[in-house]
């Protein structure tokens, strides 16, 4: 699919097919050693002189959301959620992030210090500690205020597993919340439009909940957090991994109404719109309920909910059973929707 094309699009940073084209055919082609997963593990043996066997999950992300700042957030609140929760899914409790600056000229100090000051408040609530980064500055109008990359280790849990590839036909699938807060959003301050009420970005820490979740379904097969391109794409991806089929229950899956009376305004499907907080995570049968008590125990996952479960079938689809009895295709996002938006 990229091979149609011989510059980069922003619709390759949809975080849809076309993204993911673009890092499988071009990106990791190169790179033989790279692992196709939002958190790399890294393994120190005995063998290799480590005092005893050590697993690392290890993340890096960069934010170049705009507008800087939303309701609800920053960039800087952002982009510490966003690299906690990529190296959470890999069942880790983060530990360790850096961040790097790519500042504009002309970025006032006071916004800085603001997103600063948001950053080490969302990194002492998930426990991590920010030890080291970089800072660079470019000429006006050579970047757009302020980029941010934050990058996270912290140390797999004993005796976890988790895998893409490691789903069976009647696990269920959990969803932590309401989708597509965060990307309707940005969209709204972005654009300037008004719904009637605030709508607020979910960006939320959640190493504590998938700690929770481990602890009481210790089974879990994996996690992901359904970001850019939102909960379709990483269905698809999951099912693509495991070779299996997922139906989904719409009416299961908790969306607030003006968010979804957004997504029918501007013509968005609202299983592919960004999301910031929120957790999918794949249970066997017999622990689902445990997961889910779990899960609404947690403050940012108060809205959870079984929405589905996996199955046999064409294996790689998603399918979904509507409000009306029907079932239809989730497919994944194609080109882009909401630039942008982390």
Known sequence: MTATFETVQLAHGSGGSLMRALIEDVIASEFSDV??????????????????DLRLS????????????????DIGHLAVCGTVNDVACAGAVPRYLSA??????????????????SMCAVAREAGVAIVTGDTKVVGRGQGDGIFINTSGVGEIRSGVELSASSLKPGDKILLSGSLGDHGICIVSVREGLEFGTDI?????PLAGLVNE???????????????????ASALNEIADASQVALFVEETAVPVHDQ????????????????????MIAF??????????????????????????EVAEGTAGRVALRTAFGATRIMDTLVGEQLPRIC
Not at 60 to 67: A, K, L, R, S
Not at 109 to 115: E, H, M, P, T
Not at 259 to 278: H, I, P, S, T, W
Request: charged fraction near 20%; proline fraction near 5%; charge should be negative.
């Open 35 to 52: 692992q196709l997963e939002d958190a790399a593990t890294i393994s120190f043996s005995e063998a290799s002189g480590a005092a005893s």
């Open 58 to 73: 290890f993340s890096t992300d960069t934010f170049v959301v705009h507008p800087l700042f939303f309701p609800g957030g």
């Open 100 to 117: 790097g600056f790519v500042l504009e000229e002309g970025l006032p100090i006071a916004d800085l210090r603001r997103i600063l000051h």
């Open 200 to 204: 607020t970005t979910d960006a939320a």
């Open 213 to 231: 979740v481990l602890d009481a379904a210790p089974h879990t097969r994996c996690f992901r957090d359904p970001t850019r391109g939102g909960l």
């Open 259 to 278: 968010v979804r009376g957004a997504c029918e305004m501007l013509g968005y499907d609202v299983f592919q719109v960004a999301n910031e907080g929120k």
């Open 283 to 308: 249970v066997p049968a017999d622990e689902a309920d445990a997961a889910l008590a779990a899960m609404r125990a947690n403050t940012y996952g108060a809205e959870a909910a079984i929405i589905g």
